[in-house]
């Protein structure tokens, strides 16, 4: 499956929509290639359904959930508006590259639904409700809570994020400040472009080729700033994108997390249960208590009739209820944290393969910009060259 988000359009002063361009095999589309418009909000759907029907994926970011900071003008102007359609495409090419959610019917919907409103507001029905072992979960997860038995795969992948993340600030940090020192360079270059050309005007013999040199270092000055920001807009966003798809990976970590401690929750609850009952069983007084209030206790509830044996056997009765409904949520629990890690440590692997992707197409727009800076570069001062040798220096 390939994917393209392509010829941007404001609509009716309120919105930009893009055309999302789709070539594929897969069945289920309507054709081999398919062509609809989106806007950003449909965008955030399609993140939004993903996010809630499969939190165990691991899903590549949307613009607007870093930062945009470094991009100049409004929503409408050119350049924020190309940065988005940018990365809106580098979003949908990971889904479509994804082995499992290129499959999903909310992205094939996405792509392909040509009456999109209606068919918005039917998944949107269609979206699950959180299951009952999620909602107790989520009751009894404690946020200072720590998990006991940490796996070791998952503490070797948090270590692998945190670095990256740190090598990936690392690198943010230092291109921001090359950047800031390009900006002040090219403000150097015009001042010396004008600098020359005042020279110029000074020098009469050769007013002509100084003021051609002048506007070669102003053109200069020009392409570099071209340079910068290519490399803002195409290096920084692939940057700040891979640090919020790393974010992403932690997200699905910690649910992972989540899910492991409501099982070790529950166990440690049917341990409790289980101590009950045996301390009754093992102890012939109700209460399960030797102590001297229990004593009392018992003398107190003989005078008023109580069938002390009876009253334990209903005690134990409730108590093994209790361990029963406990026994099955906790293998209930088990399953499902089990079943999340191993999706957990799957999704792992397939970002590690579009990081390297990643990676490797962030470093070639960086060498294709400055290759083409280079090139423009070495074409304006050969321009120059001729006009400056032919000034006549003889006596």
């Known amino acids: 499956m390939e994917v393209t988000v392509t010829d941007p359009i404001k609509e009716e002063d309120k919105y930009i929509s893009y055309q999302v361009n789709t070539k594929t095999t897969m069945k289920g589309f309507s054709a081999q290639n398919v062509s609809v418009r989106r806007r950003y909000q449909d965008f955030r759907w399609l993140y939004n359904a993903l996010s809630r029907d499969y939190p165990e994926r691991v899903l590549p970011p949307l613009p607007d959930k870093h930062r945009l900071g470094y991009v100049r003008g409004d929503r409408f102007s050119r350049e924020f508006v190309e940065k988005r359609r940018a990365s809106l495409e580098r979003f949908l090419k990971k889904i479509a590259a994804h082995p499992v959610l290129q499959a999903k019917k909310q992205v094939r919907a996405f792509l392909d639904s040509r009456d999109w409103s209606s068919e918005q507001a039917q998944q949107s029905r269609l979206l699950p409700d959180e299951s009952r072992l999620d909602t107790m979960g989520d009751a009894l997860l404690n946020a200072f809570s720590k998990i006991k038995k940490p796996e070791e795969r998952f503490i070797v992948i948090k270590d692998e994020i945190d670095k990256l993340e740190e090598n990936l600030v690392q690198l943010e940090r230092i291109e921001h400040r090359a950047l800031r020192r390009q900006e002040e360079l090219e403000v150097d270059y015009r001042e010396f472009g004008g600098a020359i050309t005042s020279l110029g005007n000074l020098e009469t013999g050769i007013t002509g080729p100084l003021h051609r040199f002048g506007h070669t270092v102003s053109n200069f000055s020009n392409i570099l700033r071209e340079l910068t920001t290519r490399e803002e807009a195409e290096f920084l966003s692939e940057l700040h994108e891979c640090l ?152």
Do not use: H
């Not at 992972?256 to 609850?269: A, C, G, N, Y």
């Not at 999340?340 to 440590?345: C, L, P, Q, R, T």
């Open 244 to 395: 919020a798809y790393c974010n992403s990976v932690k997200n699905v970590l910690k649910l992972r997390d989540q899910k492991q401690l409501d099982f070790e929750v529950l166990s440690d609850l049917r341990q409790q249960a289980e101590s009950e009952r045996d301390r009754l069983m093992s102890n012939g007084r109700l209460g399960g208590s030797a102590s001297l209030g229990g004593f009392f206790q018992q003398k107190f509830d003989e005078l008023k009739g109580v069938n002390q044996e009876q009253a334990k056997a209903d005690k134990i009765k409730a108590v093994e209820g209790k361990i029963d409904a406990l026994g099955d949520e906790t293998n209930k629990s088990l399953d499902i944290s089990q079943a999340f890690s191993n999706e957990a440590s799957k999704e792992y692997e397939i970002f590690q393969l579009q990081k390297t992707r990643d990676l490797r197409q962030c470093l070639l727009d960086y060498c294709a910009g400055r290759l083409d800076f280079f090139e423009k570069g070495e074409e304006l001062w050969s321009q120059i060259i001729p006009d400056l040798e032919a000034i006549q220096v003889d006596i």
